[in-house]
């Protein structure tokens, strides 16, 4: 059974950096075409990717925010972190973390996190 | 990067009809589109991949159509469940890019 939980701070100062964490289970990022992303959403907004990263560390990310996106994995942990630089209240929004369907020929997302609400405010 | 324009914002609909929902791409995605579904308060659930291919436990009301630019999601009969906002993704392209959602909403 795959589950994903975020975590991170609920209230983030702007010009701070934001850390958030994707824990996992039920699958393994040294897995071959295994992957996890981070999508956000502001509140009553559409879906907005970030940023996924595979099991052999390739890493891709939403050119809008590319310079101050960082995604990284864990494996021993069954961790993802994604950390984001100088934020804005723009960047205020629920951060979800996903897993890649494995058995398509690219990137869509069949479980989700709960989601992480964040507050850019100061 | 691809834009995904979806049609309409909002769908009124009754129980028992049928749903239409579309999604345009601003370029040639070929099949490589998704669509999910997402209750408020809920993270997304993946629907279809690959313009018509249902994900896992995902009841055979719903279908998937289109290639290139124009997509389509029917829901044959309306449920009352089904009563949500749906999102198109592309996957052809980097960034993958989500529709701005059409709201199913009950008649």
């Known amino acids: 059974q795959i589950t994903l939980k975020e975590s991170g701070p609920t209230l983030v100062k702007p010009a701070q950096t934001l850390t958030l964490t994707c824990t996992f289970s039920g699958f393994s990022l040294t897995t071959n075409g295994v992957g996890v992303g981070w999508i956000r959403q502001p509140p009553g907004k559409a879906l907005e990717w970030l940023a996924t990263i595979y099991w052999n560390e390739d890493k891709h990310y939403s050119p809008s925010l590319n310079s101050g996106l960082t995604i990284t994995k864990d494996t021993s942990k069954n961790q993802v972190v994604l950390t984001m630089t100088n934020v804005d209240s723009v960047d205020t929004a629920t951060y979800y973390c996903?897993?890649?369907?494995?058995?398509?020929?690219?990137?869509?997302?069949?479980?989700w996190g709960q989601g992480t609400l964040v507050t850019v405010s100061s | 990067e691809i834009v995904l324009t979806q049609s309409p914002a909002t769908l009124s609909l009754s129980p028992g009809e049928r749903a239409t929902l579309s999604c345009r791409a601003s370029?040639?995605?070929?099949?490589?589109l998704g669509w999910y579904q997402q209750k408020p308060g809920q993270a997304p659930r993946l629907l279809i991949y690959?313009?018509?291919n249902r994900a896992t436990g995902i009841p055979a009301r719903f279908s998937g159509s289109g290639s290139g630019t124009d997509f389509t999601l029917t829901i044959s009969s309306l449920e009352t469940e089904d009563f949500a906002v749906y999102y198109c993704?592309?996957?052809?392209?980097?960034?993958?890019?989500f529709g701005q959602g059409t709201r199913l909403e009950i008649k």
């Open positions: 690959d313009a018509f």
């Open positions: 993704q592309q996957r052809a392209n980097w960034p993958i890019t």
């Open positions: 370029q040639r995605v070929g099949s490589y």
């Open positions: 996903a897993h890649r369907l494995t058995y398509s020929g690219g990137w869509y997302f069949d479980y």
